[in-house]
């Protein structure tokens, strides 16, 4: 039977301030064409909110836009998101049979950046013959470098839950793979099936560098991660100026001052949210130095960036 190409992205809201962000992309995103590929739009809404009608509206001209209140009642972190996630891949798999796309759980504190994000995706994910269970931003073993002792390792292999997944990801995990943080969880059952694929696209950005990201036609979505979230997609959305893009030979030599700065501030800050996230950067910059983009399944030819300077 032939399968159908269809894709589907989530967007899981827990407040009003997430369905704003989600509006502000929306709007972004009908400035440009109209993706190839068919999409749909997942408006997921926790179990304490009902769905939202602004998010209809805003997502209707973009697509088929289907507002869902997740059932399930289990709430805090990080069990809440992870209960949203679950039934969002239990109803796209009873409702999307026949399809083999991929459902994107899209995060409010994550953007699209080039026109045609959504066909460079699926370009990706149809590369080589069998599809993947999950493709996303990948982020290596994470240690904690400290004087006189041994590292201690912080954070474990995984692909970032903003990530694109099969259809049918619900019935291929073990229920065991619904336990503790999802993103965390599943990666190792998809990795033993040779069913992860990582995806450079897909990228983690700050607020001091979105702006140098944006320049960067390989990267398709970014994810502020950690960052202040309506500060990061204002940043993402705000057209490139002129006097950026003339800067942007000084990028190469910018992004160098960054990273020495980044493993000077790693002896200073030890603790925290901070020092993991600035020992993350460094290990996902030495992971992709040490595998280049052409060696990855997932990739495709850069292409010329599609977007355009205020």
Known sequence: MTKTRKHVVILPHFCEEEVDRYVQIAELMKSWPKPKVETDFLLAASPKREPSQRLVEAYSGLGNAIPFQCPTQIFGYPEGPG??????????????????????????????????????????????????????????????YRILKRPKRILEPHINGGACYAMNFASQMPPEAREGVFDMAVYQFAKERGLARECRAISFSTTDRVRRDLMDSSKVLLHGFMQEKDQFIEDCIRPLEESELQKAKWNVLREQIETTRRRLRVWFVRRGRQAMLENMFLAKQRHENKNPVENLLSEVSPKLTSRRAA
Not at 86 to 106: H, P, R, T, V
């Open 83 to 144: 209960a949203m996630f679950w039934d969002c891949m239990q109803f796209i798999e009873q409702n999307y049979a026949g399809n083999d796309g991929f459902s994107l759980w899209l995060e409010s504190d994550m953007c699209p950046t080039q026109t045609d994000w959504v066909d460079r995706l699926s370009d990706m994910w149809y590369t080589g013959q069998q599809r993947p269970l999950m493709m996303g931003c990948y982020v290596p073993e994470v240690y904690k």
